[in-house]
């Protein structure tokens, strides 16, 4: 099925009519028109941010990953950052937040829980 249009930088959904189709990354963006938010266990608010570079790579020239900007508490501005390692890596940009998109909220979840995790093993 092709991709509807949508925004730069906001993830493709196939059919936001399905019934959950805001469970995917992709699919809550193209719903709410804006990010998921997440409570960390750290007691921080975040949301989610999908990221696309080029690579050296030939074969796969884009990656993908994830940035989850931390809000201050009363949510007045953004006070930090964290990041996942390189999720996947594509031929194409389209391809890379096809992929990303397709994200489940609770995987995104889990991978903020482990971006958690590893700042707090740098850190302590």
Same mark, same amino acid.
């Given at each position: ?39 960390? %266990? ?5 949301? &989610?941010?999908?990221?696309? #570079?080029?690579?050296?790579?030939? @074969?796969?020239?884009?990656? *993908? ?16 950052? @964290? &990041? ?7 031929? %194409?940009?389209?391809? &890379? #937040? #096809?992929? @990303? *998109?397709?994200?489940? @909220?609770? #995987? &995104? ?16």
């Amino acid at each position: 099925m092709p991709d509807q249009p949508h925004p730069p930088g906001s993830p493709p959904i196939s059919d936001t009519s399905l019934p959950g189709a805001d469970a995917t990354l992709g699919g809550y963006v193209s719903l709410h028109k804006r990010p998921p938010a997440f409570q960390g %266990s750290d007691g921080h608010p975040y949301t &989610v941010s999908l990221e696309v #570079e080029k690579t050296p790579n030939l @074969l796969a020239p884009y990656s *993908g990953f994830l940035v989850f900007p931390r809000w201050a508490e009363t949510g007045v501005g953004i006070v930090g950052h @964290l &990041v996942t390692p390189i999720l996947l890596e594509k031929a %194409s940009r389209a391809g &890379v #937040e #096809e992929s @990303l *998109g397709r994200l489940t @909220l609770l #995987e &995104v979840q889990r991978l903020l829980e482990e971006a958690i995790q590893r700042f707090h093993d740098e850190t302590n």
